[in-house]
């Protein structure tokens, strides 16, 4: 894994983008590891043209198509899942408005560390919680209930409200899924408590 982790940074740095490491990796990096069998990036595009174009790009480098996702509301292609030759089974997530905040949460995001010699950006712990919160469905995705415990036990104040402030950004514009995403982060922390 530390190998495609390596090549995608390269890839994803020679493209001149704004990209953040998200999901599980990211998680584990802020928080205490745990096992992941994928990479997620969050990418910051201006819109589907140029998400497009990343893709394509990193076709020519030897990454497979697997599945693409368009965001039901914005209508704007969310996650492209890809697959590289040298790493067969593991899949790297591109997403590029699933949660319409990615280059926000990109902004914000901080260099670490995260095998020997390789540094690269990280989301930070407000934003995790606010994707975590987005994606959560504890039917089909039971990991990220254990995770927002991990990030909520790491979280500072400031944390909570970049969390929040996330949160209230991707309700308005339109990626909340239908659901009250304020509303469940907050039960979920004063379950935690």
């Not at 998200?22 to 205490?32: F, I, K, N």
């Not at 995705?141 to 929040?164: C, F, G, S, T």
């Amino acid at each position: 894994m530390d190998d495609l982790l390596r090549r995608v940074h390269g890839d994803l740095g020679s493209l001149r983008l704004g990209f953040a490491l998200v999901g599980g990796h990211a998680v584990s990096v802020r928080t205490t590891p745990r096992f992941t069998c994928d990479l997620d990036f969050a990418i910051a595009v201006h819109d589907d043209r140029e998400a497009e174009s990343v893709v394509a790009s990193l076709a020519a480098r030897g990454y497979r198509i697997v599945a693409l996702v368009e965001q039901a509301t914005t209508k704007r292609l969310a996650t492209v899942r890809l697959e590289h030759a040298s790493a067969p089974g593991v899949m790297v997530d591109l997403l590029f408005a699933t949660s319409g905040i990615e280059p926000e949460l990109v902004a914000a995001a901080g260099d670490v560390t995260i095998v020997p010699g390789l540094t690269m950006p990280v989301a930070s712990i407000g934003h995790l919680l606010a994707m975590k919160v987005l994606s959560m469905d504890d039917r089909h995705r039971p990991q990220d209930r254990q995770d927002l415990a991990a990030l909520l036990a790491k979280a500072a104040p400031a944390d909570v409200a970049v969390a929040e402030s996330a949160l209230a950004l991707i309700s308005r514009r339109g990626c909340d899924r239908g659901r009250d995403l304020a509303g469940s982060f907050a039960r979920l922390r004063a379950g935690m408590a």
